[in-house]
C-alpha cells in the first residue's frame, strides 16, 4: 500500500469532503456532522450541537478557499483516509482553551487539534506519516514549535482524535502541562 500525503488546498477540497461525507466516522456517525470543523467553531458551545453537519461542511469549503483552514490529507492508492488538522491557534474558535495558563511559545507556534484516520487504515502508520510531515514542513516554513493536546483515560479511538500522549512523545514532543482531560506536549522546532 502506497500511502502520500498532501498539504489541503482548494484543488484537493473534493477529497477531503469525500474522506468526511464516507469514511472519516463510518465507525463513529455521531460525530459525522463534525468536518473537523468543531475548533473552528465560533459560537458558543450551548449552540454547537444544534448545527447541521451541512452548515459545518458549508464553513469549512468557505475556510477552505479563504485559507483559513489548514491541514493534511493521507492518501492510500490515491484514495483519502486520514486526516490532521494544524493551525495557527489563533484560528481556533471559543472551545479552544487548552493553553489557559501556559507560557505561550517563543516565536511562531502551530496546534495539531485533529487526527482522524478511516478505520480500515488504522494501526498502519498514516498518522505518523502525516505527522512526520507537518514537522518538516512547519520548521521549513519557519515555525519555532508545534503543539498537541493528547487526551486522557481514552476509552475509544473515537477519543484518540488527538492522538495518544506516546504517539507524540515517540516524535520528540515534551509534556508542558497536565490539565484534568488533556496533556498539552510542545515540539521545539
Known sequence: ???TIEKLSESNLTDYLSFFDNAAFKDNPDWAGCYCHFYHYKGTEAAWPKRSGSE???????????????GYLAY???QPVGWCNVNKPEVYGTFFNYRTGVSPPKGPSASIVCFITAADFRR???ASLLLDRIIADYK???YLSLE???HKNSKSDADEYHGPLSFYQKKGFTI???LENYTIVRKEL
Open 1 to 3: 500500500m502506497d500511502i
Open 56 to 70: 459545518n461542511r458549508n464553513a469549512v469549503i468557505e475556510n477552505i478557499k479563504l485559507k483559513r483552514f489548514n
Open 76 to 78: 492510500a492508492d490515491g
Open 124 to 126: 498502519m502508520g498514516v
Open 140 to 142: 521549513k516554513d519557519g
Open 148 to 150: 498537541a493536546y493528547p
Open 176 to 178: 508542558i502541562k497536565e
